[in-house]
């Protein structure tokens, strides 16, 4: 029931790119993403909505694809600040005669990511 | 101010004796959660509740109890505390959608 992250870990330098991506096995209703820094609680970045929407937050952005029941995290010319634990959190979808979803938020098991200068 | 608290910060007890941690938030979200966090595992849905008197079970919620008679408030209760609830708790709220996360509480089972 728990969505699926890849890679578990990034290593990059300032500068590069990095995806993250997300998966899931059962009809997704919407996808979160959150970072989290070493000790700290998550921080929101964004979500995504069944529709297959992309969105944006500054150099970060993601999209979702319902079909596949996948979301990717795209991280482009990477800061330093981008340093932490990414976590995937899925809404499933349970149909419309139910509203579509039940606000029970399950996550991924995070990805690390580690920006060097 | 306006916010999601948790409380205690650190918590210590000892294997068997009853723990309550405390979530309050001053928005009046509908929803409100709680996960643990333990490395390797990611954050883990113990419970949720969907409104006041609605509570439902997440992933992990043998050994847990929780109440929401006011919207503001969801304590969080381990009823005989174990050594595998050494845990950090996040408590979190949402007005359907993004999640809010409290600070969270490290609770260590001796």
């Known amino acids: 029931q728990q969505p699926v992250q890849s890679p578990q870990a990034v290593i990059l330098r300032e500068g590069e790119d990095a995806v993250i991506n997300c998966s899931s096995s059962?009809?997704?209703?919407?996808v979160h993403w959150y970072r989290q820094k070493h000790g700290e609680a998550p921080v929101f970045l964004m979500i995504?909505?069944?529709?297959?929407e992309q969105k944006g937050h500054e150099k970060i952005s993601a999209s979702f694809n319902e079909k596949k029941q996948q979301s990717s995290l795209y991280l482009t010319a990477s800061q330093l600040s981008y340093s932490g634990t990414y976590f995937c959190?899925?809404?499933?979808?349970?149909?419309?005669?139910?509203?579509?979803?039940?606000?029970?938020?399950?996550f991924g098991q995070g990805t690390t990511l580690q920006v060097k200068p | 101010d306006a916010g999601i608290t948790q409380s205690p910060r650190y918590k210590i007890t000892e294997t068997g004796r009853q723990v309550t941690l405390m979530c309050h938030q001053t928005?009046?979200?509908?929803?409100m959660f709680w996960y643990r966090q333990d490395l390797g595992h990611g954050l883990r849905l113990i419970y949720y509740?969907?409104?006041?008197?609605?509570?439902d079970k997440g992933e992990v919620p043998d050994g847990y109890v929780v109440s929401r008679s006011k919207t503001e408030n969801f304590p969080l209760t381990l009823e005989s505390a174990t050594r595998s609830q050494t845990s950090v708790y996040f408590c979190?709220?949402?007005?359907?959608?993004?999640?809010?996360f409290g600070s969270g509480t490290q609770l260590s089972v001796l």
């Open positions: 059962k009809a997704l209703y919407s």
């Open positions: 979190a709220s949402s007005p359907a959608g993004r999640l809010f």
């Open positions: 959190g899925t809404e499933y979808w349970i149909g419309v005669n139910r509203s579509g979803n039940t606000g029970k938020l399950i």
């Open positions: 995504l909505l069944k529709g297959g």
């Open positions: 928005w009046s979200h509908s929803y």
């Open positions: 509740s969907a409104a006041a008197d609605i509570t």
